[in-house]
């Protein structure tokens, strides 16, 4: 399965970066031509993560564009789509860059993710004034 492949190269990336220390959230970059999704990634990441620093860690996934760039019109886009054809003049002479990114963007640990709450007001939310 693709998504596990994926999943054990972030994992690998957040067990170097945390090095031993316990991960509550992690910020993953993806590559719209990796062809993943949240949800299977996030269940790729469950079945990888148990007994590591990254157990029970909640992901973020951000799926980022490809880079179109047209070699009839010149036109130069951002594509989700795989196929590649020019969105300006429907041209399949293309070249198609990045997209096949894999980044692991941030982690965040357990002990900074303990927030400290310095404001107990609450906002209502219920006055009359416009924000
Ligand atoms: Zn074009």
């Given at each position: 399965?693709?998504?596990?492949?994926?999943a054990?190269?972030?994992?690998?990336?957040?067990?170097?970066?945390?090095?031993?220390?316990?991960v509550?959230?992690?910020?993953?970059?993806?590559?719209?031509?990796?062809?993943?999704?949240?949800?299977?990634?996030?269940?790729?990441?469950?079945?990888?993560?148990?007994?590591?620093?990254?157990?029970?860690?909640?992901?973020?996934?951000?799926?980022?564009?490809?880079?179109?760039?047209?070699?009839?019109?010149?036109?130069?886009?951002?594509?989700?789509?795989?196929?590649?054809?020019?969105?300006?003049?429907?041209?399949?002479?293309?070249?198609?860059?990045?997209?096949?990114?894999?980044v692991?963007?941030?982690?965040?640990?357990?002990?900074?993710?303990?927030?400290?709450?310095?404001?107990?007001?609450?906002?209502?939310?219920d006055?009359?004034?416009?924000?």
């Amino acid at each position: 399965m693709h998504e596990f492949g994926i999943a054990e190269a972030v994992l690998d990336a957040v067990e170097r970066r945390a090095e031993g220390r316990k991960v509550a959230r992690l910020r993953v970059r993806a590559g719209t031509l990796l062809r993943i999704t949240g949800p299977a990634f996030d269940q790729a990441f469950s079945l990888v993560s148990p007994e590591t620093v990254a157990e029970g860690a909640t992901v973020d996934l951000i799926v980022v564009p490809a880079r179109l760039i047209c070699r009839s019109c010149g036109e130069d886009q951002e594509t989700f789509d795989a196929l590649a054809v020019c969105g300006a003049c429907a041209s399949t002479d293309v070249d198609l860059r990045g997209g096949d990114e894999l980044v692991l963007e941030s982690i965040q640990l357990e002990e900074v993710a303990t927030h400290v709450s310095g404001n107990s007001r609450r906002d209502r939310g219920d006055s009359a004034g416009p924000y």
